[in-house]
């Protein structure tokens, strides 16, 4: 292997807050360890990473994604055929409604939710399919001091069976597998990020259901006030894909919500998941 290849980077930020397009990586190419710490910091600090124009197997992208920590499959996808960790996100010109479309962090349902995931855009429409990123770290740092200390305390539980989130599997998976498989967990409202020590907002209209010492209906009015919060433009970025696109985001600090503005279009992308650690 040529001793200069991802030796080095340029990067750009995509907005403010979160999120920065890296150039001059080859992501089919193994990363040397001084530029890979390099990396891995950018990574927690910016929260999304974005690397433009790569070319990459089911194998490279696993073996990309797995430089930056332990594997994981996502509970409610198989992995594409040998390849168990690489999970097809795919829309259908005739579908409706795009998998995953509302607010979310991924897999807080489960005891240890998903430390990030890598995204490789394979098929997209000639407009649209976006996807926006905030940051939960800036969201929790701009509450007010009385609304801090209202949720430092607080834990919530987190379903996979909320009902906004699910009508958006029905087209990949039938009502009936997804009834077998429910996943609950409670997790802090406000969680320390284990790698920054970073507080950050971990609640999401997705997954959440309500606080542990509170009804559904009690819960709803401050867990809407948190949703709202946490999606202000000012913590967001958007990402336009285009074709051999990677992102690489932190789920632990970030939402994420993918735009479906693209009906009659046919969309696919390719996921590979990284295993989290248990909230505190």
């Keep these: 292997m040529n001793s200069t290849i991802n030796n080095g980077f340029v990067i750009k930020k995509i907005s403010p807050t979160i999120g920065s397009t890296v150039y001059g990586l080859d992501l089919s190419k193994p990363i040397p360890k001084e530029t ?18 790569q070319t990459l197997t089911p194998q490279q992208q696993t073996d990309f994604t797995q430089q930056f920590g332990e594997l994981d499959q996502y509970p409610f996808l198989e992995g594409i055929k040998g390849h168990p960790y690489v999970a097809e996100v795919l829309k ?12 979310h962090a991924d897999t807080t349902y489960l005891e240890t939710p998903a430390a990030g995931a890598s995204l490789y855009a394979l098929e997209l429409p000639p407009i649209g399919g976006d996807t926006i990123f905030c940051n939960m770290g800036a969201a929790y740092q701009a509450l007010t ?13 987190n379903a996979s069976n909320k009902l906004n ?85 932190d789920n632990r600090s970030t939402h994420h919500y993918p735009i479906n503005d693209y009906t009659g279009n046919r969309r696919l992308l390719h996921r590979v998941s990284l295993k989290g650690d248990k909230p505190f």
């Design 92 to 103: 259908l010109p005739e579908e409706k409604i795009n998998f995953g479309g509302v607010w």
């Design 165 to 249: 989130v699910s009508q958006t599997r029905l087209h990949r998976i039938t009502r009936d597998a997804l009834a077998k498989q429910v996943f609950i967990n409670s997790h802090p409202v406000v969680r320390t990020h284990p790698e920054t020590g970073e507080k950050t907002l971990f609640v999401n209209e997705a997954h959440t259901t309500h606080f542990t010492d509170q009804s559904e209906q009690q819960s709803t009015p401050l867990l809407n006030e948190l949703y709202q919060h946490a999606r202000k433009p000012e913590f967001q970025c958007r990402l336009t894909w285009h074709i051999g696109m990677v992102a690489l985001w």
């Design 36 to 53: 890979l710490k390099k990396l891995r910091h950018l990574w927690l600090d910016r929260k999304l990473l974005v690397f433009p124009e």
């Design 145 to 157: 001091d009385k609304l801090k200390q209202t949720i430092n305390p607080l834990k919530a539980i």
